[in-house]
């Protein structure tokens, strides 16, 4: 569609997943866009592959979030590729494995909220003077959040629950530069993170909660990502937007 033509995108974690369909529905928009990976150089050169292959434009940058300089080791790497940017998606993040609030170790609460908190509200913060008036952030949270008690995932609900903080106070922030901020929040959605989890029983199970009667699929998420992008959007910012398939009907 060419909507995001002469625009330049940062996906965090966009090696695989839900990162990768976006970076991939950003690129066909017409963005130039910047896959960040931490650890999967293969998987981050499988992505960039795929969008030059659709005829997109698109370069792999690494950096280890969540550990300490991480915001700054991404954005100096984005700095030799290209200049200023227009759209930052925070996407990347990280689950625990947690029966329930017994079972979290000090250790594992503070790796999540290092790299789901943490990396970005720093990511952000670096970005401001690098984001160009009129752009645009996203940050990829959950429907856990709001309205639906999981307690198997407490950590990682709490820790999104502070990214949906941090769209509200930027986007008020940085209204006054045009610069839209957004959360969008997927339900359970299909991806390497679930591997042989979403399967029989349980996939039927996990669909039924959906109003849809599925599981989401990436490109769901892109999708929604897509419109807050682009300038459609230009009216809409400090919102939660519900990508779960109507799970919290």
Same mark, same amino acid.
């Given at each position: 569609?060419?909507?995001?033509?002469?625009?330049?995108?940062?996906?965090?974690?966009? +090696?695989?997943?839900?990162?990768?369909?976006?970076?991939?529905?950003?690129?066909?928009?017409?963005?130039?866009?910047?896959?960040?990976?931490?650890?999967?150089?293969?998987?981050?050169?499988?992505?960039?592959?795929?969008?030059?292959?659709?005829?997109?434009?698109?370069?792999?940058?690494?950096?280890?979030?969540?550990?300490?300089?991480?915001?700054?080791?991404?954005?100096?790497?984005?700095?030799?590729?290209?200049?200023?940017?227009?759209?930052?998606?925070?996407?990347?993040?990280?689950?625990?494995?947690?029966?329930?609030?017994?079972?979290?170790?000090?250790?594992?609460?503070?790796?999540?909220?290092?790299?789901?908190?943490?990396?970005?509200?720093?990511? +952000?913060?670096?970005?401001?003077?690098?984001?160009?008036?009129?752009?645009?952030?996203?940050?990829?949270?959950?429907?856990?959040?709001?309205?639906?008690?999981?307690?198997?995932?407490? +950590?990682?609900?709490?820790?999104?629950?502070?990214?949906?903080?941090?769209? +509200?106070?930027?986007?008020?922030?940085?209204?006054?530069?045009?610069?839209?901020?957004?959360?969008?929040?997927?339900?359970?959605?299909?991806?390497?993170?679930?591997?042989?989890?979403?399967?029989?029983?349980?996939?039927?199970?996990?669909?039924?909660?959906?109003?849809?009667?599925?599981?989401?699929?990436?490109?769901?998420?892109?999708?929604?990502?897509?419109?807050?992008?682009?300038?459609?959007?230009?009216?809409?910012?400090?919102?939660?937007?519900?990508?779960?398939?109507?799970?919290?009907?």
């Amino acid at each position: 569609m060419n909507t995001l033509n002469g625009k330049t995108a940062l996906v965090t974690g966009a +090696s695989r997943g839900i990162g990768r369909a976006i970076a991939r529905r950003l690129a066909c928009d017409g963005a130039h866009v910047a896959v960040h990976y931490g650890s999967n150089a293969r998987a981050a050169a499988e992505t960039v592959g795929e969008i030059e292959a659709e005829g997109g434009h698109a370069f792999s940058l690494q950096a280890d979030l969540g550990a300490a300089g991480d915001a700054e080791k991404l954005w100096t790497a984005f700095d030799t590729r290209v200049e200023g940017v227009d759209i930052l998606v925070n996407n990347a993040g990280v689950l625990n494995d947690e029966p329930g609030i017994e079972h979290v170790t000090r250790e594992q609460f503070e790796r999540i909220f290092a790299v789901n908190t943490t990396s970005p509200f720093f990511v +952000s913060q670096l970005a401001l003077p690098r984001l160009r008036d009129g752009g645009r952030i996203v940050n990829i949270s959950t429907m856990l959040t709001r309205g639906r008690a999981m307690p198997e995932s407490v +950590s990682y609900a709490m820790s999104k629950g502070a990214l949906d903080v941090l769209t +509200s106070m930027l986007a008020k922030q940085l209204a006054p530069r045009a610069i839209t901020v957004n959360t969008v929040a997927p339900g359970v959605i299909d991806t390497e993170i679930h591997q042989g989890r979403i399967v029989g029983a349980a996939r039927e199970w996990l669909s039924s909660l959906s109003a849809m009667g599925r599981v989401g699929v990436p490109e769901d998420v892109a999708d929604a990502v897509a419109f807050l992008a682009s300038d459609d959007s230009r009216w809409v910012t400090g919102h939660w937007m519900d990508a779960s398939g109507g799970t919290l009907l």
